[in-house]
Each structure stands twice: as C-alpha cells, then as structure tokens.
Nanobody, 127 residues
Framework: QLQLVESGGGLVQPGGPLMLSCVAS????????IGWFRQAPGKEREGVAC????????TYADSVKGRFTISRDNAKNTVYLQMNSLEPEDTAIYYC????????????????????WGQGTQVTVSS
C-alpha cells in the first residue's frame, strides 16, 4: 500500500532554515514524480515544488524560488525540501504527494494529478 510520511517540520525563526523529508513505503519511489504542497490556515492548498523521477528536472512556485530546493534520493525512497530564508508567510502544513508517471517535466498547478498524499507536517515561522 502506498504510504508517504513527512517529517522535519517545526518552529523556526524568520530567516532560518528547515529541511523536510518525505519517506515513501510500499512502492518504488523512482516510478513517481513527487511534489511538495502547503496549506496555510484559511487558504487553499498550493504547490511549492516538484521533481521528476530521476531528479533531472524541478519546478518551483515563484514565492519560493531561490529559497527552497527540492531533491530526492531514490535509493533511500526519500524526497527532501530544503527551505532557507524562511518567512512568516511560509507558515503552513506541508504535504508531499506522488504522481505515478515517468516524465522529464513536472507541474504543481494541478493538485489532482497527484494520486497519493502524506498526512503533512506543520511548519511555523515566527519570532
């Protein structure tokens, strides 16, 4: 059974870093494009970043470009989201999601293309 488990969330001061991990079980990660999404209180879930099967291509939301980096280690069945220069506006529950497709490009605008979702991890940016 497909399962995605996020970890690494917590409370961090503005300007600080945080790294999230998404561990997959029940399937081989390299069969999936993986995306990171977030949902702030009272707002819709939005795409943050995604990475293709081999890690050769990534896509980022404009709001996180230059601050966040998505990467993956298929041997460890893990995808990471390194977040730097965090801002209070980054406060949200962060989710990873998997799309069973082999592709040389990925997108984060259509959440419906991702079939499997984790439970999320809370990130709070506050002084």
């Amino acid at each position: 059974q497909l399962q995605l488990v996020e970890s690494g969330g917590g409370l961090v001061q503005p300007g600080g870093p945080l790294m999230l991990s998404c561990v997959a079980s029940g399937f081989t990660l390299d069969k999936y494009v993986i995306g990171w999404f977030r949902q702030a209180p009272g707002k819709e879930r939005e795409g943050v970043a995604c990475i293709t099967n081999s890690g050769g291509s990534t896509t980022y939301a404009d709001s996180v470009k230059g601050r966040f980096t998505i990467s993956r280690d298929n041997a460890k069945n893990t995808v990471y989201l390194q977040m730097n220069s965090l801002e209070p506006e980054d406060t949200a529950i962060y989710y990873c999601a998997a799309d069973q497709v082999f592709s040389d490009a990925c997108g984060i605008n259509w959440l419906g293309m991702y079939e499997s979702w984790g439970q999320g991890t809370q990130v709070t940016v506050s002084s």
